[in-house]
């Protein structure tokens, strides 16, 4: 089993910055994507940012400029720096990590989420 835990999620003023981390543990593979997904209030949940294992990057167009994913391949964390944050960010951050699995197995985990509020 595979666990994905975030942290650093919390209130800030618009305008304010936070960092969001997420930490692979368990019976690991090498993750072929690690990313980050959100659902605001009322909302679906939509792809934030996506980093491949060789550190191409893809962004929401809502979050070009202003949020940069990372990642540390050893030590299987992604990290999000989020900056000039809008209250229309708001919404519960989801951790994704996906491997491609002999077979054309597609394994996908889930972290359980952190809450960004950022008020205006």
């Known amino acids: 089993q595979v666990q994905l835990v975030e942290s650093g999620g919390g209130l800030v003023q618009a305008g304010g910055s936070l960092r969001l981390s997420c930490k692979a543990s368990?019976?690991?593979?090498?993750?072929?994507?690690m990313g980050w997904y959100r659902q605001g209030p009322g909302k679906q949940r939509e792809l934030v940012a996506v980093?491949?294992?060789?550190?191409?990057?893809n962004y929401a167009d809502s979050v070009k400029g202003r949020f940069t994913i990372s990642r540390d391949n050893a030590e299987n964390t992604v990290d999000l720096q989020m900056v000039s944050l809008k209250p229309e960010d708001t919404a519960v951050y989801c951790c994704n990590a996906v491997t491609f699995a002999p077979g054309g197995i597609i394994l996908n985990y889930w972290g359980q989420g952190t809450q960004v509020t950022v008020s205006s």
């Open positions: 980093i491949t294992r060789g550190g191409s990057t």
């Open positions: 368990g019976r690991i593979f090498s993750f072929n994507t």
